[in-house]
């Protein structure tokens, strides 16, 4: 490592690292009794803390105190925007009212996409705060959030708007996604191609041109959109020069994951029955595995996704809330690390990887961040535990005793801490 004198902006000392970093052989890329360097929101330097510059000038020093810094944790798969409350609809699946039954008395995502249309712009941005907070007190520093509950035009870019004006109140990067075949919307009711049709051509020439969104996702699955509809919507999003994600064999193997590879997908999300041809596709592609045991555990599941085979083929797995109102209303994404392990059986160092380092491989941003190494972004998350394991393992309520966001300290720790 490259030694470093002068001035900084942050020097975190007496630290012991869990990098993520590959290149670092050890289980968390494990660097103890080390220190970092940022200035002006990058990592400068990382290493043992008795290779620090005697003359080093730090503005803000911070003592660890022996604890475990992370990069910041990564929610590369949310639905978080939306309005309306579905708990109702939970309760009445429990004593007995089918799914469709609850559909035909107005319930389901249409619900969700009736309450989101009527709220205003700055209502739909009221009722996503708590959700957002509650990621970011859990050292979070980048959230993706997909729209899909408007299923019109005006309502699509309000939930787009809406996530783009949080990123600019909170200290979060939040990555946008068009989902606006997402289910087909009752005005469309036995017009499935001409919804597609006007997604294409009416919603995502909009969200380019006004730059709302960076990547498109589909919902490609039986109840929901085919491949060939799915196809053109990615087509449409490679002319834009948009990327593009799937929502992909959560109910059946439509074969999506083979159609997303082809048009090199970012991700493609749930895989609760992906094949054999489709793990071969993920192994010759870039394309992430992102996993989401939430909606799993959620609606009492019991296809489990193919991990081994996903492992045995060296396929990057990412873990995500799928933060929505009906089928995963969970903003932990330390409860999804420990669903991984106990539901998928995910180590807790694949865990920690799920939402670091390939968690920023599914939003497009491997070269900046996910892993502690110098030249990425100072995002990083410093917790109170003996063993990085313990993120994963357990349940009791730690918090960050610090998050760094681009640089910036966003939590004091005690007084004793900082000089």
């Known amino acids: 490592m490259t030694k470093i004198t002068g001035n900084c902006d942050l020097l975190i000392n007496n630290v012991h690292l869990a990098t993520m970093d590959p290149d670092v052989d050890s289980h968390y890329g494990e660097i103890l009794n080390a220190a970092v360097v940022i200035h002006e929101g990058i990592i400068q330097w990382l290493g043992s803390s008795d290779q620090l510059p005697d003359n080093l000038q730090p503005e803000k020093t911070i003592n660890g105190q022996g604890q475990w810094l992370t990069p910041g944790l990564i929610d590369c798969h949310t639905h978080l925007v939306y309005a309306g409350d579905r708990s109702r609809e939970f309760e009445q699946r429990l004593e ?8 035909r008395q107005g319930g389901g995502i249409m619900s969700t996409v009736n309450a989101t249309r009527q709220c205003s712009l700055d209502q739909l941005i009221e009722q996503s705060r708590p959700r957002l907070e509650a990621l970011i007190s859990e050292g979070v520093t980048t959230v993706e959030i997909k729209s899909g509950y408007g299923l019109n035009l005006e309502t699509e870019l309000k939930i787009l708007k809406a996530a783009r004006e949080l990123e600019q109140q909170y200290p979060v990067r939040i990555e946008k996604t068009f989902l606006g075949a997402h289910t087909l919307p009752p005005e469309y009711s036995g017009k499935a191609d001409e919804y597609i049709q006007t997604v294409c051509e009416e919603m995502l020439p909009v969200v380019a041109e006004e730059k709302l969104a960076s990547s498109v996702d589909v919902f490609c699955e ?100 799928d933060l929505n109102p009906g089928t995963s209303p969970l903003a932990s994404l330390r409860l999804m690390m420990n669903m991984g392990c106990t539901l998928f059986g995910l180590t807790p160092s694949e865990a920690l990887a799920g ?65």
């Open 355 to 419: 939402v670091t380092r390939n968690a920023a491989r599914a939003v497009g941003l491997q070269d900046k961040m996910g892993i502690i190494r110098a030249g990425y972004q100072a995002d990083l998350a410093l917790w109170p535990v003996q063993n990085p394991a313990s993120l994963a393992a357990t349940l009791n309520g730690e918090k960050p005793s610090l998050t760094v966001f681009e640089g910036r300290v966003l939590q004091s720790m005690t007084r004793s801490m900082n000089r």
């Open 96 to 103: 007995g009212v089918s799914y469709s039954e609850i559909a």
């Open 222 to 321: 039986n109840i929901a959109f085919n491949l060939q509809q799915t196809e053109q919507v990615f087509q449409k999003a490679k002319n834009l020069g948009l990327r593009v994600k799937l929502h992909a064999e959560q109910l059946s193997d439509s074969q999506g994951t083979q159609l997303a590879t082809r048009y090199k997908a970012l991700s493609v999300d749930h895989l609760e029955y992906l094949g054999d041809e489709g793990v071969n596709a993920l192994e010759n592609s870039t394309t992430v595995a992102t996993l989401l045991p939430g909606a799993f555990y959620f609606l009492r599941e019991t296809r489990l996704p193919p991990i081994d085979k996903l492992r045995a083929s060296g396929i990057p797995m990412a873990l995500a809330t």
